[in-house]
């Protein structure tokens, strides 16, 4: 089970743990987060880089919508980012946990060993770790990204509806403040890479790229079967 002594040793350079019980055996220890506290703003500021980008271009070519678009989704990052500050030092729990234990387990050479587990999502928590470090907040940044995806997606697929220029940017603020998907986002479940799948085959079904769409729908399946 998981101890969180952190509020005993903070501001602490070193510290020793000793753990005392009669004919107890101890084994497997592991400490699952790195040393530093607090996000890490370098990711932060560097997303938030490239949606000025996107911003300044839609600016410079009068997209007024593109424009609008890139603040919507950097005031979903903001809101994002906050949840995962506040969930920092928290470890993974129920589901979340099951695929991250998985995901460190999981070898190249048996890629469907993920026992009862949809294999996509397993596969891409391992590369998080790979990509972010061996750490179980790799798992919670990447469902934030994914969940930052959703709002231009949600702006895409009301784009192929033809709901109007309004009402895509709505539904994309929707998407951003929505509280249950703010919560979400850091949780490290697959629920935000789910319905980050489920709005990018129905845009490219409205969009006649059946083959892509075919390709979104076996991922999705491979996702989630519920």
């Known amino acids: ?25 101890l ?26 980008l996107v911003l300044a271009r839609g600016l410079a070519l009068r997209e007024r919508h593109t424009a609008a678009l890139a603040l919507i989704t950097a005031v979903g990052l903001l809101l994002r980012w906050t949840a995962l500050y506040n969930y920092w030092d928290v470890p993974l729990e129920g589901d979340a946990e099951s695929y991250w ?5 999981l070898k190249l050479a048996n890629p469907f060993a993920n026992g009862t587990r949809e294999p996509v999502f397993v596969w891409l928590v391992r590369f998080a770790n790979t990509l972010f470090g061996d750490s179980q907040r790799s798992a919670r940044f990447l469902t934030l990204i994914f969940s930052c995806s ?20 709505a539904a994309a603020g929707l998407a951003a403040l929505n509280p249950f998907s703010v919560f979400m986002s850091v949780q490290g479940y697959q629920l935000e890479f789910f319905t ?27 996702t989630r079967l519920q």
């Open 1 to 25: 089970r998981a101890l969180n002594f952190q509020d005993k040793v903070k501001g602490l350079r070193a510290f020793s743990v000793r753990f005392e019980g009669a004919g107890a055996v």
């Open 27 to 52: 084994s497997e220890v592991r400490f699952l987060q790195p040393l530093e506290t607090g996000g890490h703003g370098k990711g932060l500021l560097l997303v938030l880089f490239c949606l000025a």
């Open 101 to 105: 234990n998985y995901a460190r387990s």
């Open 150 to 169: 959703v709002i231009p997606m949600t702006w895409l697929l009301a784009r192929r509806l033809e709901l109007g220029a309004l009402a895509c940017l």
């Open 196 to 222: 980050f799948l489920i709005l990018l085959f129905s845009a490219l079904w409205l969009k006649g790229s059946l083959g892509a769409a075919g390709a979104a729908g076996a991922v999705l399946i491979l």
